[in-house]
């Protein structure tokens, strides 16, 4: 089984910066592409960042490309996410996901239902 809990969302001003973790149990977490997502009220969950096993593939959501960095540490089985010059629209409860692959891809990668394994999340809220 497979748990995944995400920390470092809180109040903060626009402009201001975040660092979200995803910390994974388990030893299969360096064999598995991560992503993150997110849902704001009313709204449904959308793509922000994904990442191959290794790191060395990234995708972002338009919305966040330039402002957000997403990371991982397979030796501490946590994965990141940078999020700097927020914005109000930025508001929303962050999810970190396994995907069910190693390799990411473009084409599937902002889909929900390529990740099997989801964590509870963490609000991040931004002021204006």
Same mark, same amino acid.
């Given at each position: 089984?497979?748990?995944?809990?995400?920390?470092?969302?809180?109040?903060?001003?626009?402009?201001?910066?975040? !660092?979200?973790?995803?910390?994974?149990?388990?030893?299969?977490?360096?064999?598995?592409?991560?992503?993150?997502? !997110?849902?704001?009220?009313? /709204?449904?969950?959308?793509?922000?960042?994904?990442?191959?096993?290794?790191?060395?593939?990234?995708?972002?959501?338009?919305?966040? /490309?330039? !402002?957000?960095?997403?990371?991982?540490?397979?030796?501490?089985?946590?994965?990141?996410?940078?999020?700097?010059?927020? /914005?109000?629209?930025?508001?929303?409860?962050?999810?970190?996901?396994?995907?069910?692959?190693?390799?990411?891809?473009?084409?599937?990668?902002?889909?929900?239902?390529?990740?099997?394994?989801?964590?509870?999340?963490?609000?991040?809220?931004?002021?204006?």
């Amino acid at each position: 089984q497979v748990q995944l809990v995400e920390s470092g969302g809180g109040l903060v001003q626009a402009g201001g910066s975040l !660092r979200l973790s995803c910390a994974a149990s388990g030893r299969t977490f360096s064999s598995y592409a991560m992503g993150w997502f !997110r849902q704001a009220p009313g /709204k449904e969950r959308e793509f922000v960042a994904a990442i191959s096993w290794t790191g060395g593939r990234t995708y972002y959501a338009e919305s966040v /490309k330039g !402002r957000f960095a997403i990371s991982r540490d397979n030796a501490k089985n946590t994965m990141y996410l940078q999020t700097n010059s927020l /914005k109000p629209e930025d508001t929303a409860v962050y999810y970190c996901a396994r995907a069910r692959v190693r390799t990411i891809v473009v084409e599937t990668c902002r889909a929900t239902s390529s990740y099997d394994y989801w964590g509870q999340g963490t609000q991040v809220t931004v002021s204006s």
